[in-house]
């Protein structure tokens, strides 16, 4: 069975840092892409970043373009979202998502909050 485990969320002033971690497993076979989605409270998931496997090629939403990065390590399946100078608006629940074997699948996130 596939499963997705995020990981490094947390609590963080404005300005700060986190490293979000998602891990798969479970699976044979080949993961195409994995996304990261934030959902802030009372809204939609939306797209913050995504990174394809064959060849690192990755997406940004505006909002995180120039302070997120997304990485991954095909090695052990998981993928990584450093997250710096982090905004109040920021605050939400951080979702994995993978492409494997060309079906999609979901982690059940991870809470960062940004506050002072």
């Known amino acids: 069975q596939v499963q997705l485990v995020e990981s490094g969320g947390g609590l963080v002033q404005p300005g700060g840092s986190l490293r979000l971690s998602c891990a798969a497993s479970g699976f044979t076979g080949s993961w195409y892409f994995m996304s990261w989605y934030h959902q802030a409270p009372g809204l939609a998931r939306k797209l913050v970043a995504r990174i394809t496997a064959a060849d690192s090629s990755t997406n940004y939403a505006d909002s995180a373009r120039g302070r997120f990065t997304i990485s991954r390590d095909n090695t052990k399946n998981t993928v990584f979202l450093e997250m710096n100078s982090l905004k109040p608006e920021d605050t939400g629940k951080y979702f994995c998502?993978?492409?494997?074997?060309?079906?999609?699948?979901w982690g059940q996130g991870t809470q960062v909050t940004v506050s002072s």
């Open positions: 998502n993978a492409n494997i074997n060309y079906a999609l699948y």
